[in-house]
């Protein structure tokens, strides 16, 4: 069987590469990512913060209430210098110890308002991204299998962790923070005006050195952090590689080359890592040495203003605090900026998965529907991607309990007729009948309670064993999952395990054999009792005894069903009602095993070249 485009044999989601995004991505000089849409896309948002209308009023009111008294406070540090400095009477040591009393509370209001902003901010964003989780998940069972085919799984998994990330740091603190930011900005620039107009002047100095500084650190670190995100990449995929495929590295003693590859890799990390952070680390010092600049500047303008009595020390005080005030939003506000944008751009990312168009019905499609068995396919034609036909004329009858063995070399198409079948997909031109029904007439969860699937590749998932058998009957008691299991000649060899039918599985059944995973489906198809059975039957050896074991219980599993078998086994074929032999695409062949004998075609070739030999080895 195709392992890469199998849909209904996908393989375990892989992990979502941690590089290149998420939260502090825009710290390490990664460039936002672009946008297609914002506008619309905060609208979206904004419908998911909606219903926290009041708490972000509350949060917003807070912050400027806050940011404002923040703007306040200088003035009294102003009055109580000025005070101090030409202090005469007790009466004006009684206005400095008020002045002082009030500037303190102001800042304990802005304290506690702060909380009250960052508790809101919280409530809200926590709110609405366990809606937008919510509605991607749901949306997650509601796409159409070839999105998830031609999607790799990393991708959507990282809009479930990275984006959402994203959009909680975007949500809880920097938009808060660039709000404030802003007024805080526009505050203290309207501020330093009023008190005083040249040492505004002189405070300006510093922003053309600050972004020129930023410019220059920045640029050059950003190719450093590029070069760390996309070794970090090469690293996460040998270290996934190296857990996900550790049997096969083994068993092919790869080892000492996935080593020295990793080595490798590492160093290359190592060094854009330490190149990109050095670089980097050295902005902070050079910006507190600008702002120390500009501060000792407007302190010496200052003062030597004062002592010309053309201003107050107390002005000059309250000036200085302003231009500090001044100063730190600017270093701040164009890194908010950038990661609002990623967080726009990662609710984008959500949103697209969240629009995705859904897997549709017919109006009149019925949603119950009881299968006798009958299957017909006409016709049909089918391709994945328009330049390449993978099905042409399928035409295919199989009658109610009739067991049809489906053989051709690998690419053929024999995993496709079963996409089709199941409604994965649907085929260009044909029809397909289930007891004279189309099934584009019949939905898609109605069909597939009829059609029951065991594969070679067997996903068992996280639970108990009894859980898993249940599956497709979730209502199932104990015994009747115990009967199936006995059906399926499972009943023994989970007894012997520690607990029995409670035995927790995990990693897709990772501690059980092959043919114990894939007896414990055929117990799950037993139970869930389709009137139609899709088989593929497992390509790779077995031990002897389970491979009895699985014989008897597919023999009992088919019994009385219509059955589709891709099959690989001579036992299998040869006990078929029919053979279908299918190349590129085709089916050059149908018939009995005698009669497909007699013609000396297709069948006749690959019974000599391949099933033969099976024979000869029993
Ligand atoms: N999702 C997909 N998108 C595009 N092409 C696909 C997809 N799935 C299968 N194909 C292509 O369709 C052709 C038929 O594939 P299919 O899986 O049906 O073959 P098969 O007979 O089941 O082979 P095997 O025995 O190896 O499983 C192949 O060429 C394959 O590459």
């Known amino acids: 069987m195709n392992q890469t485009n199998n849909t209904y044999k996908r393989q375990q989601p892989a992990p979502p590469q941690i590089a290149g995004r998420g939260p502090g991505a825009h710290m390490r000089g990664i460039q936002p990512p672009p946008i297609e849409n914002p506008s619309k896309t905060i609208k979206k948002l904004w419908q998911y913060l909606k219903p926290y209308k009041k708490t972000l009023i509350t949060v917003f009111a ?30 004006s040591m009684h206005s400095v110890l008020t002045a002082i009393i009030t500037m303190a509370s102001l800042y ?15 409530k809200a964003a926590q709110g609405a991204l366990y809606n937008i989780r919510e509605k991607s998940f749901r949306k997650l069972h509601r796409l159409p299998i070839p999105y998830l085919d031609r999607t790799p799984h990393g991708d959507i998994m990282s809009r479930f962790t990275n984006d959402v990330d994203t959009l909680t740091t975007a949500f809880t603190q920097t938009l808060t923070q660039l709000f404030s930011n802003i007024l805080m900005l526009t505050g203290s620039i309207i501020m330093m005006l009023l008190l005083s107009p040249i040492l505004t002047l002189l405070t300006m100095i510093i922003i053309p050195l600050a972004i020129l500084a930023t410019k220059i650190i920045a640029t050059t670190s950003r190719k450093q952090f590029r070069r760390q995100q996309e070794t970090i990449g ?28 990793f080595i490798k890799t590492n160093n290359n990390y190592a060094d854009a890592a330490f190149k990109a952070m050095f670089v980097s680390s050295i902005l902070p010092p050079i910006m507190n040495a600008i702002n120390g600049l500009s501060f000792a500047i407007i302190a010496t303008a200052g003062g030597y203003l004062a002592i010309k009595g053309i201003l107050t020390v107390g002005i000059v005080a309250a000036f200085l605090t302003y231009s500090r005030q001044f100063s730190r939003p600017i270093n701040e506000i164009a890194n908010q900026f950038t990661m609002i944008q990623s967080a726009i751009a990662g609710a984008e990312r959500i949103f697209q998965l969240q629009e995705e168009t859904e897997e549709k019905e017919k109006q009149n499609a019925l949603t119950k529907f009881s299968a006798e068995g009958k299957l017909k396919l006409s016709k049909v034609n089918f391709s994945y991607i328009p330049e390449k036909k993978v099905l042409t004329d399928i035409d295919l009858t199989a009658e109610a309990g009739e067991k049809i063995a489906i053989v051709g070399p690998t690419g053929a198409g024999k995993t496709t007729i079963v996409n089709l079948l199941m409604r994965f997909y649907t085929p260009q031109e044909g ?14 969860a109605a069909l597939r309670k009829n059609i029951g699937m065991v594969l070679q590749d067997t996903y068992l998932f996280s639970g108990t064993i009894a859980d898993n058998i249940r599956y497709a009957k979730p209502n199932a008691d104990m015994d009747q999952v115990i009967r199936a299991a006995k059906l399926a000649e499972a009943d023994s060899f989970i007894r012997h395990l520690p607990d029995g039918y409670n035995t927790q599985l995990t990693d897709s059944g990772a501690s059980l054999s092959q043919g114990q995973r894939q007896l414990i489906t055929i117990a799950r198809a037993i139970l869930a009792d389709p009137a139609i059975l899709i088989l593929d039957e497992a390509t790779s050896n077995v031990d002897t ?16 069903r219509t059955s589709l078998v891709i099959a690989h086994r001579l036992g299998t074929i040869r006990d078929a009602d029919k053979i279908c032999v299918i190349e590129n695409g085709r089916i050059i062949e149908q018939g009995s095993h005698e009669e497909l004998m007699q013609k000396q075609g297709a069948y006749y070739r690959l019974y000599q070249n391949h099933y033969k030999k099976q024979e000869q080895a029993i």
């Open 108 to 122: 304990l209001i802005s304290a506690l308002l702060t909380w009250i902003q960052i508790s809101g901010s919280i």
């Open 545 to 560: 005894r389970t491979e009895t074991h699985i014989q008897k219980a597919l023999k009992t599993l088919l019994k009385g």
């Open 62 to 91: 807070a912050v400027t209430i806050s940011t404002i008294l923040g703007l306040i406070a200088p003035l009294y540090l102003k009055k109580a210098i000025d005070t101090i400095t030409t202090i005469k009477t007790t009466g």
């Open 431 to 444: 029809k397909i009948e289930l007891d004279s029904t189309d099934i584009e007439n019949i939905t898609r």
């Open 234 to 261: 090469k690293l996460n995929s040998i270290v996934e590689e190296s857990a996900g495929g550790l049997r096969e590295i083994k068993a092919f003693g790869k080892e000492r080359e996935l080593l020295d590859n």
